[in-house]
């Protein structure tokens, strides 16, 4: 693979080397003794069409850890606020010879359209509604270290399945990994192909609960609800918010994930998401460092002659 636009194509294998990979940097990570500058001389362009913290942060921690020279593009203060197009960026981009491009777009398929233009490898840090491939190593890297393993272990994924690149990422990673994924969320925000992705949906949240060892809430993605019904946070909380009540029907140890951002209150409470032991959240942020190490030095081994990838 020259690039890296989604889990999909990625086989079993590849996944779990992109996860045994990303392990040998959180050490690293936590004490920075002797760093690892395999990246030096390369340059890394970080161009962000829409709003980012963790993804936009870490993918530049990762670089500049790994010493590459790092620049990021915010669209908001580019040419594209100018009228220029996708492609002309893309080419401009191509043109000033980075070495790896990682693209956060609002658009489905517009980082494809990128790779597709430019010599460099190019990373998905998330497309529109399609896939968000980083987030979903940086969650099975969370679950394999928290859980000891993915398989087997009953993943319920909640919340605006729908709109989430998140949601489709994880479901595609996490079925390869042969875990049991349920999916659940109202009916206004299912994809309605979804029992073809090889999970079990849910309408109803405690249901879907049962058994769980690994709850994984979603945020409702208001800004891509053009014109469809979007729940008040009251109504959703009561049926599709984790509170401590809902999670005590899930395992005993089992596990809180959320990407983020959250928004506490309505799709998770603040005493679940803060809990000492059973949540996650954190170690996602800092799992997410090391996944993007991993990504970027694989994926720029060729470049550096060093044996490539799959
Ligand atoms: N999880 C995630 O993609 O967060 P950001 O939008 O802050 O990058």
């Known amino acids: 693979h020259r690039h890296l636009t989604g889990i999909e194509g990625l086989q079993p294998h590849e996944i779990s080397f992109l996860l045994d990979e990303a392990e040998g940097w959180i050490a690293a990570n936590r004490d920075r003794a002797a760093p690892d500058k395999r990246l030096a001389g390369l340059t890394q362009i970080n161009a962000f069409f829409e709003n980012s913290t963790r993804t936009l942060l870490s993918f530049e921690i990762a670089g500049k850890r790994l010493g590459a020279d790092v620049v990021n593009m915010h669209a908001a203060q580019s040419s594209v606020k100018k009228g220029e197009t996708l492609i002309d960026t893309a080419m401009t981009l191509n043109a000033m010879r980075a070495d790896v491009l990682v693209i956060r777009h609002m658009s489905s398929g517009a980082v494809r359209l990128i790779a597709d233009k430019v010599d460099c490898p190019v990373l998905n840090a998330g497309d529109g509604r399609h896939e968000h491939p980083t987030q979903a190593l940086l969650d099975a890297l969370t679950i394999r270290r928290r859980r000891g393993t993915i398989h087997n272990q009953r993943v319920v994924i909640c919340g605006d399945v729908l709109h989430s690149r998140v949601a489709r990422s994880n ?128 994926l720029t081994r060729r470049a550096r002659g060093v044996e490539g990838w799959a």
């Not at 990994?177 to 925000?189: I, M, Y």
């Not at 405690?206 to 709850?215: N, R």
């Not at 979007?230 to 909380?237: A, F, G, H, L, Q």
């Not at 140890?253 to 998770?268: K, Q, S, Y």
Request: hydrophobic share 45%; glycine share 6%.
């Open 171 to 298: 479901i595609l990673a996490l079925t390869a990994l042969a875990a049991e994924v349920r999916v659940c969320a109202p009916s206004t925000l299912m994809p309605p192909a979804i029992d073809r992705m090889g999970v079990t949906p849910f309408a109803d949240f405690d249901a879907a609960l049962e058994g769980a060892d690994v709850v994984m809430m979603l945020r409702l993605q208001t800004e891509r609800m053009s014109g469809g019904y979007v729940p008040s946070s009251r109504e959703y909380r009561l049926r599709y918010g984790l509170t401590p009540e809902r999670l005590a029907r899930a395992k005993p140890d089992a596990l809180v994930m959320h990407p983020g951002p959250m928004n506490r209150g309505v799709e998770i409470d603040s005493s679940v998401a803060d809990h000492p032991e059973r949540s996650a959240i954190t170690e996602q942020v800092e799992m997410g460092v090391a996944v993007r190490m991993a990504c970027l030095d694989v």
